[in-house]
């Protein structure tokens, strides 16, 4: 299943955050959760999808990742509480 995505993973609301792109979210996700692909994801646990958004091709989505990667920590969590206001797990919405 190829749709690029743009993602926010998490350990705990405003704890530690992981901006990543790829082009199989739930694939990638699940991978995460099991510790799997991620050193980063996996020494500080972060399980939990907080936010993320589809693009129309993989370029977009790299690029909207570089744009939350390179924004602030307060833009980040912004983002996350304009649709996840309680930080709650959204993997299985995807």
């Given amino acids: 299943m190829f749709r690029p995505a743009v993602y926010i993973m998490t350990n705990m609301r405003n704890g530690t955050l992981y901006v ?4 199989n979210l739930p694939k990638r996700i699940d991978e995460h959760k099991r510790g799997v692909g991620s050193g980063f994801t996996s020494k ?10 589809y693009a129309d091709t ?15 920590r307060k833009q ?3 983002l996350i509480e304009s649709i996840n206001p309680t930080w709650e797990d959204i993997s299985s919405l995807i």
């Avoid at 990543?20 to 082009?23: F, I, Y």
């Fill in 20 to 23: 990543g792109v790829t082009s």
């Fill in 44 to 53: 500080y646990h972060l399980h939990t999808l907080v936010y993320a958004e």
């Fill in 58 to 72: 993989m370029e977009v989505a790299i690029m909207r990742e570089k744009q939350l990667k390179g924004g602030s």
């Fill in 76 to 78: 980040k969590i912004a």
